[in-house]
């Protein structure tokens, strides 16, 4: 939304100055911008999936890829129904990244938790210390589970973005946006089938 405010800030004037300019070609404008910007930016990020334990980098990677697939989702509008397609290839991806931050998460806080409760099991009454021994197991098996289910995540997410390159999605989507008229301007809007198959711009 931010990008989109300023995006559309920086052009107001410039669509003042323009005479015959009319709003929806600004918009495509302003949506081609914001589109090329988040591409590039993913296509820069992907990087971060060939490290399985960057996890900061992977994390920026997701917010990036949520944030392309809502611009896609929110200028459909200018281009059609492929832009929704590409969309929601890029939500395969996001998927994948959200359910591997969210075992990020969950690893970060059992590991903080098994810390705290190994260094206070020393100065602790033995009931008490029972307790957190239940706790202590529970947490570990947590731990476990969502190591393994991480791995999972990580392959889909890897899967996901190779497809995407294999089939050079983002040149693909840059190089439509370029090419592709808006749908007021003709019947036959470009269509996207899949990341293998790119819009067949005229």
Partial sequence: LRRLERAAAAKVKRAEDEAGDADGQTFRRAGRE?????????????????????VD????????????RYALELFAQCWGEWLTNAADEI????KALGELHDCDVWIAALGKRLA??????????QAIAAQHAVERKAAVWLLSRFVKERAKY???ALDCWEALETNEFCAKLLAALE???????TQAAPHIVSISSPPNVE
């Avoid at 939500?91 to 996001?94: E, G």
């Fill in 154 to 156: 990580f392959r889909d």
């Fill in 116 to 125: 705290r409760t190994g260094k206070a099991k020393q100065h602790e009454a």
């Fill in 91 to 94: 939500a395969m991806l996001q």
């Fill in 57 to 68: 980098g992977i994390h920026r990677q997701r917010i990036v890829a949520k944030r392309l």
């Fill in 179 to 185: 090419q592709a008229p808006g749908v007021a301007d």
């Fill in 34 to 54: 914001i589109i090329a910007d988040l591409t590039t930016e993913l296509r820069a990020g992907g990087r971060a999936l060939y490290q399985p334990h960057d």
